[in-house]
T-cell receptor
């Protein structure tokens, strides 16, 4: 069975500072990995995804994530955070088959202070 | 292009009442999903469908039913509402194929059972 762990429930960063959100996954084969962002009262929006190939993937809104197989990690990064990045971020893992069913982590809430 | 539309946005039910959460998508996506989101728990898959007439249970299906008579619509039915079903419900859709892997979410239905 696939699973995702996001060890940080809440993170606070200053505007302009760099950001790294941690994600560890468990899956027996090559995983399909995703990061979604949820603004308050909204649905989730796909930030980026990894299937294969280059382990550093670029997403929308200036985010990137790096797949590290040896560490079973897929951490999300941004070099300079903007106040509008305050939201909840979800890491997710999907199977290579199985009709694209995805397992989500419990989320990390990002607070940005001026 | 409306994407995934969920109605209603908010609803309060009394214990034992029933209701249907509506979900429709206009992207001709084959795959559709219902998730519930509870604080600190991430999203849990309730039911999913891979096409009209085909549905299957997810991780937490008890107390819910679904149907898929058309490609566009995937309603979620609560027959006897219980307080444990107080949650935010999200519908999502996607298209088959590795390159299409990644959900489009609706904006959610916040349900309170009292």
């Amino acid at each position: 069975a696939q699973s995702v762990t996001q060890p940080d429930i809440h993170i606070t960063v200053s505007e302009g500072a760099s950001l790294e959100l941690r994600c560890n996954y468990s899956y027996g084969a090559t995983p399909y990995l995703f990061w979604y962002v949820q603004s308050p009262g909204q649905g989730l929006q796909l930030l980026l995804k990894y299937f294969s190939g280059d382990t550093l993937v670029q997403g929308i809104k200036g985010f990137e994530a790096e797949f590290k197989r040896s560490q079973s990690s897929f951490n999300l990064r941004k070099p300079s955070v903007h106040w509008s990045d305050a939201a909840e971020y979800f890491c997710a893992v999907g199977a290579s088959g199985g009709y694209q069913k995805v397992t989500f982590g419990t989320g990390t809430k990002l607070q940005v202070i001026p | 292009n409306a994407g995934v539309t969920q109605t209603p946005k908010f609803r309060i039910l009394k214990i034992g009442q029933s209701m249907t959460l509506q979900c429709t998508q206009d992207m001709n996506h084959n795959y559709m999903y219902w998730y519930r989101q509870d604080p600190g728990m991430g999203l849990k898959l309730i039911y999913y469908s891979v096409g009209a007439g085909i549905t299957d249970k997810g991780e937490v299906p008890n107390g819910y039913n679904v149907s898929r008579s058309t490609t566009e619509d995937f309603p979620l039915r609560l027959e006897l509402a219980a307080p444990s079903q107080t949650s935010v419900y999200f519908c999502a859709s996607s298209y088959p194929g590795v390159s299409n892997y990644g959900y489009t979410f609706g904006s959610g239905t916040r349900l309170t059972v009292v």
